[in-house]
């Protein structure tokens, strides 16, 4: 995938936006409903429409299994148009070729809205059911906003799924904002001394170019060359985002490097996504917190003389009770990692947009709350945001499927102990290395 490409794919992804004071009045692109067939499967039956104010697509190949599987997509932006891009799902050409039946919806608002992401997903699969009778197994699959789409709805309608298959997913719900939050004020404390929030408008062309100057080695370096102030930000940002792993280093040149989401400074991804002032939209006052967050440079838990001056002089900012309070799937719904269908996810290791760190995070709570037997997790090597490959869709849902419907649970990666994650060869198991350009900047295994 071209660097452009990856930027393209990222805006189908999530970002921090602050909540509307109005709602905004959406309409479908009808024009973006109907989608062609693919070649050889001439012979589905292809329906769109407009069904309780979404867009949506449905498919049933001619050999139809009984099966149905719905695909949650990802971030359309704040625009007010909801519409279908040409080709949304993935691994569409496996599904008909298995004889599976698919659905989608283009959900009734945008923005990072996974309330009705979930429900507009399940009219449609209602609507499926209406047309073509019951499914005999269901599975639900979803990347990046669609992925935490995905794992709020098996925990809310904890019997309408089979199997789900969150990927890239925003599993650490609030975790995700409180990491842009982490790497903006950390960067503006080591950098310069202190720490603000929330930020002026011109932050990311103002003040992240003085915080970039006073990490880099020499003037232009930055993120290739850092000095101790940088390498301390560099060590932060792989333990906030996942801990220590193989793929960081090349992730952490591409997204200093690169992608730029709105100020026009390529590589200023990051600092973009702290121009926020901590609102996300269907709720009320500041939803990031970091209160409670210990923040570290190196690998030894005790704290240094450089962390705990760190952790005393860094900005906190505390979360308020409304913006935080569980409402079910009410936006932006907390994830408890209850749920009673087999789930399988995968997530790059060097994904910056939405870190490896959700994953963690998302152990914890099933572990905490459900049942970790029900959740295998994988790692792709490989720094875009949502950057798998058909093979690895294909594979991981075939397994999915074969634990769901046979018992045969699937073999994953280990997650929650941290000496795992490091190993230099983690994230090589269920990486599809032989698809050519398959994985931007994905680290040799060794």
């Not at 104010?53 to 971030?75: S, T």
């Not at 990311?204 to 000095?227: H, Q, R």
């Not at 960081?248 to 996504?273: K, M, Q, R, V």
Request: proline fraction near 7%.
């Amino acid at each position: 995938m071209s660097i452009l490409g990856l930027v393209a794919t990222m805006l189908a992804a999530p970002a921090v936006a602050e909540s509307p004071t109005e709602e905004p009045v959406y309409t479908v692109v009808e024009e973006s409903l109907p989608f062609s067939p693919v070649p050889g499967f001439e012979d589905s039956t292809r329906v769109w429409g407009v069904h309780k104010g979404a867009g949506y697509r449905m498919e049933v190949p001619a050999d139809w299994n009984g099966d149905l599987v719905m695909w949650a997509h990802g971030f359309r932006g704040t625009g007010t148009e909801l519409f279908f891009n040409p080709e949304e799902l993935p691994f569409r050409h496996y599904l008909l070729d298995n004889g599976y039946a698919w659905g989608m919806s283009t959900y009734t608002k945008n923005d990072y809205n996974v309330e009705a992401g979930a429900v507009d997903t399940r009219n449609v699969k209602l609507l499926f059911q209406n047309m073509f009778g019951p499914p005999e197994h269901s599975y639900i699959a979803g990347a990046s906003m669609g992925g935490h789409i995905t794992g709020a709805t098996i925990e809310k309608w904890k019997e309408d799924y089979d199997g789900a298959l969150p990927v890239c997913g925003v599993m650490g719900d609030f975790e995700l904002f409180d990491f842009f939050l982490d790497f903006n004020l950390a960067a503006q404390q080591i950098a310069l001394g202190s720490s603000t929030f929330p930020v002026s408008p011109a932050y990311p062309v103002t003040t992240a170019l003085d915080i970039k100057a006073s990490l880099e080695l020499f003037p232009g370096a930055w993120p290739f060359a850092l000095n101790s102030d940088g390498e301390a930000l560099k060590q932060l940002t792989e333990l906030r985002s996942g801990g220590d792993r193989p793929n960081f280093d090349e992730a952490w040149i591409f997204w200093n490097a690169f992608p730029e989401f709105g100020s026009g400074i390529p590589g200023n991804f990051l600092f973009d996504l702290g121009a926020t002032d901590g609102t996300l939209p269907g709720r009320r006052g500041v939803a990031v917190d970091n209160t409670d967050t210990v923040y570290q440079v190196d690998l030894d838990p005790a704290l240094s003389a450089f962390e705990a001056a760190l952790n005393d002089d860094i900005v906190r900012v505390a979360a308020d009770r409304d913006a935080r309070i569980k409402q079910g799937i009410k936006n932006v719904p907390q994830l408890t990692g209850k749920f009673h269908t087999p789930v399988l996810t995968m997530h790059n290791l060097g994904d910056l947009f939405v870190p490896f760190h959700n994953e963690v995070q998302y152990l914890k709570d099933v572990t905490a709350n459900g049942d970790p037997d029900l959740l295998v997790q994988r790692a792709i090597r490989g720094v875009s945001h949502c950057g798998f490959t058909t093979a690895e869709y294909e594979t991981a849902f075939a397994d999915l499927v074969a634990w769901a419907e046979h018992g045969i649970k699937p073999e994953g990666d280990i997650v929650g102990d941290p000496a795992a994650v490091a190993d230099p060869e983690y994230g090589c198991r269920f990486t599809d290395f032989a698809t050519p350009g398959g994985h931007l900047l994905a680290a040799p295994c060794p």
